[in-house]
């Protein structure tokens, strides 16, 4: 008999249902962050602090493209914990073989935009000359491999719907050693730049790809994949838009966004760009923590609210804010006690003044951490009951619209000054945390109860 991978959280002590669903969760988000930071380190080791600079530039340019498609994973997550959490079985396998289809479709888009607007995303930016030929080329086979990462979230997306939240954890570690494997082998080994670490990230991206497809395809769960069931559903896709749709214009708009805040980054020339990628990658790993409590409350709430059992989602809201906001508080404390040694992971000893500013950007951050468990987890909740537009409208006026008009507005008074760059994210937390916050509880069937019953 095969041994069971979902999990079933309408039942069972809260915090162990939490912690057994994001622990696996952080760990594979760990893992998916070393893509990234692996390839930072070989080239902010091994060749030049241009090839840093030319890769941390692209980040907000490839979330603009990944992310309009991570929220439709979102609302396709939500729709199949809605339906597991009720026992339907053929509506989940509706959702799950509505949700493949329409990934297969969203590879071709990805791949196209992506390449059509690459080197007019680099413009927009006024990326330095000096690293603009490296940004191109890494961004160009970046999205010519695209595929993999978005059928690896998209079918992952499936499993922690079901609340397996492990076995990616498996497919993740194998594609990031992987990915590390191949950086060294191309760049130290082949004598390749910024190519060989592009080509070492699609290629293990496409492993893990093929691991989540295997899982899909051998599972005797109602959630199987069955390649002659692939096909887009009308009522289950327009659910998927209705609660994925907001996600996805919220993430790629605020990734977009974060194309005009490189432009005002760019602006502190090469040695304020790599300091800038070198905190960007601890501080992609400082926020894993949050986002995979996050994913846990929103499955959690899903299946909770499927069953309707409310008074548990609630609780568990409750449950993972305190644990977000403990773990929080302890990471950013250890980052800014620690800088130095984090960032020299990444920033060659010889490059001070990459060091001056990565230090700089650490230190004035990292206080703000814990509001970000405010939006995460409300924001979280509220998309596991169906809700997804408003936190949707208040991290764009909190992530876009609030930070730009903040940058343009003192980086006039203050022009390249990097305190005010520095504090256009942390801001921009604060702005979307406050509001979301009273949303949750004022105007939320989760929130109200809660403050009734308190």
């Known amino acids: 008999m095969a041994v069971r991978t979902d999990t079933d959280m309408t039942r069972g002590n809260i915090w162990g249902q939490l912690l057994k669903f994001s622990v696996p969760m952080l760990l594979g988000l760990l893992f998916q962050q070393l893509y990234a930071t692996v390839d930072a380190w070989v080239v902010g080791q091994f060749v030049s602090k241009e ?46 073989h509505t949700t493949m289809m329409v990934t297969l479709v ?49 079918g992952t997306g499936i499993l922690r719907a079901v609340g397996d ?10 594609s990031a050693i992987v990915n590390t494997a191949l950086d060294l082998l191309f760049v130290l080994g082949f004598g390749m730049k910024v190519d060989g670490v592009a080509y070492a990230t699609i290629i293990s991206e496409a492993v893990s790809a093929g691991m ?16 002659t069931k692939l096909a887009i559903h009308r009522d289950v896709f327009s659910k998927i838009l209705a609660l994925g749709l907001p996600t996805s214009i919220q993430t790629a708009l605020t990734s977009f966004s974060n194309v005009f805040v490189q ?54 809201v409750k449950k993972a804010m305190i644990l977000s906001l403990g773990v929080t508080a302890f990471l950013a404390g250890l980052l800014m006690l620690l800088n130095r040694p984090l960032l020299g992971i990444f920033i060659h000893a010889k490059d001070t003044g990459v060091m001056d ?6 230190l004035v ?16 909740a509220l998309r596991g009951i169906g809700r997804a537009t408003a936190p949707t409208v208040i991290m764009l006026s909190g992530f876009v619209v609030f930070r730009q008009l903040y940058l343009f507005s003192f980086t006039n008074l203050f022009p390249s000054s990097r305190l005010v760059i520095a504090l ?29 019953n308190t």
């Open 165 to 174: 939240s492990t076995r990616p954890v498996v497919f993740l570690i194998v």
């Open 106 to 154: 969203l590879c071709v888009l990805g791949t196209a935009l992506g390449l059509i607007f690459a080197k007019p995303l680099l413009e927009i930016t006024n990326t330095d000359p000096t690293v603009q030929d490296d940004a191109l080329l890494y961004l160009q086979i970046y999205f010519y491999g695209v595929s993999g990462l978005l059928i690896y979230n998209m």
């Open 424 to 452: 256009a994210y942390p801001l921009g937390w604060v702005v979307c945390s406050s509001i979301l916050s009273v949303y949750y509880f004022f105007h939320s069937e989760l929130g109200i109860k809660s403050l009734k």
């Open 365 to 380: 951050i990292s206080p703000f951490y814990v509001t970000i468990c405010f939006n995460q987890i409300f924001a979280g």
């Open 212 to 227: 989540v497809l295997w899982v899909l395809l051998r599972s005797d769960r109602a959630y199987r994949l069955r390649l």
């Open 263 to 316: 432009a005002y980054i760019n602006s502190l020339m090469a040695d304020g760009m790599a300091g800038w990628t070198a905190y960007n990658r601890l501080d992609s790993f400082l926020v894993v923590p949050v986002q995979a409590i996050a994913m846990a409350s929103t499955t959690f709430v899903g299946q909770c609210w499927g069953a309707d059992l409310e008074a548990r989602a609630r609780e568990g």
């Open 357 to 362: 500013y990565g230090r700089f950007f650490v």
């Open 51 to 96: 090839a840093l600079a030319a890769i941390g530039c692209n980040s907000s340019i490839i979330n603009t493209v990944v992310g309009t498609f991570a929220g439709l994973a979102t609302g396709a997550s939500v729709v199949i914990s809605q339906a597991y959490g009720a026992r339907d079985d053929a509506r989940l396998s509706r959702a799950v």
